[in-house]
Structures are given as structure tokens and as C-alpha cells.
């Protein structure tokens, strides 16, 4: 009887021990897979109509105000152009940058339409005079 207890005892572990590599194993699968997807990085430059430094640091505060707190956003930064960096390769035409990088082009889609992303835009516009966006994809 003592050898019946003790094989069911070690068939009770050995399925314990079976699930928990299964479930362990498509975990590191989805984050293997998660690891594959590119991030996709959204570099926005805002050239104001009236660029100075008061009309700059509005559109930078509206940018942390409204933009910085999305779902998916792996990293946030928004500022002014560098004033003391003139150098030929420098491109100095706008106020204002704005750099999010997102985990995935569906978090970025998401942020696209998102009410505060729209409020920003409304509130804005009319500021601006020209504004560039650079979309890439990076590996994570």
C-alpha cells in the first residue's frame, strides 16, 4: 500500500512539474516573439508660426501634458531645438521635437486616434506652420 501512496505522489509532482514547464515555455515563446517585433519609433518636428521661446515651451508642456501617458509607450521625450548646435549637418528648421518610441505599430495606431492624442492635435494646430514626422522601426 506504502508503494501504491508513493507512486501517486510522484505521478501528482511529475504533472505538477510537466504544467509548469508547458506554461513556462509558451510564456518565454510569447515573450521570444514579443522580443521579435520591432518597435516602431515616432519623431514628430513642429515648426511654429510664431517661434518664440514662450509659443516653444507651450507646445513642449502640451506634448507632456497630452502625449506622454499612452498604452504601448516604451519612451517619451519632447523639447526645443538646440540652439548652440549649428554645425552644417544640423537641421534647424523647427521649434519643437517630439520622440515616442512604442512597443509595437498597433500600440502606436491605437495612440493615433486615442481622445487625448485628437485634443493635442486640436488645441495645437493652429500654432503650427509646418510640422515632419519620421516613423522607423527598430529592433527592441
Same mark, same amino acid.
Given at each position: +500500500?506504502?508503494?501504491?501512496?508513493?507512486? %501517486?505522489? &510522484?505521478?501528482?509532482?511529475? &504533472?505538477?512539474?510537466?504544467?509548469?514547464?508547458?506554461?513556462?515555455?509558451?510564456?518565454?515563446?510569447? +515573450?521570444?516573439?514579443?522580443?521579435?517585433?520591432?518597435?516602431?519609433?515616432?519623431?514628430?518636428? !513642429?515648426?511654429?508660426?510664431?517661434?518664440?521661446?514662450?509659443?516653444?515651451?507651450?507646445?513642449?508642456? &502640451?506634448? *507632456?501634458?497630452? =502625449?506622454?501617458?499612452?498604452?504601448? %509607450?516604451? *519612451? !517619451?521625450?519632447?523639447?526645443? =531645438?538646440?540652439?548652440?548646435?549649428?554645425?552644417?549637418?544640423? %537641421?534647424?528648421?523647427?521649434?519643437?521635437? =517630439?520622440?515616442?518610441? *512604442?512597443?509595437?505599430?498597433?500600440?502606436?495606431?491605437?495612440?493615433?486616434? &486615442?481622445?487625448?492624442?485628437?485634443? *493635442?492635435?486640436?488645441?495645437?494646430?493652429?500654432?503650427?506652420?509646418?510640422?515632419? %514626422? !519620421?516613423?522607423?522601426?527598430?529592433?527592441?
Amino acid at each position: +500500500m506504502m508503494t501504491s501512496q508513493i507512486s %501517486v505522489a &510522484a505521478g501528482l509532482i511529475l &504533472a505538477v512539474v510537466l504544467g509548469l514547464t508547458i506554461n513556462l515555455s509558451q510564456g518565454t515563446s510569447s +515573450m521570444a516573439d514579443e522580443a521579435k517585433q520591432p518597435l516602431l519609433v515616432h519623431n514628430v518636428y !513642429f515648426t511654429l508660426k510664431d517661434g518664440t521661446p514662450e509659443n516653444t515651451q507651450k507646445l513642449v508642456d &502640451a506634448c *507632456f501634458k497630452y =502625449l506622454k501617458d499612452h498604452p504601448g %509607450v516604451v *519612451f !517619451f521625450a519632447a523639447g526645443p =531645438l538646440v540652439q548652440e548646435l549649428d554645425r552644417p549637418v544640423n %537641421v534647424r528648421d523647427f521649434h519643437v521635437g =517630439l520622440h515616442v518610441i *512604442f512597443k509595437s505599430k498597433a500600440d502606436h495606431d491605437t495612440y493615433q486616434t &486615442a481622445a487625448a492624442h485628437l485634443k *493635442f492635435i486640436e488645441e495645437n494646430k493652429p500654432s503650427w506652420d509646418k510640422v515632419k %514626422v !519620421f516613423d522607423t522601426y527598430s529592433k527592441p
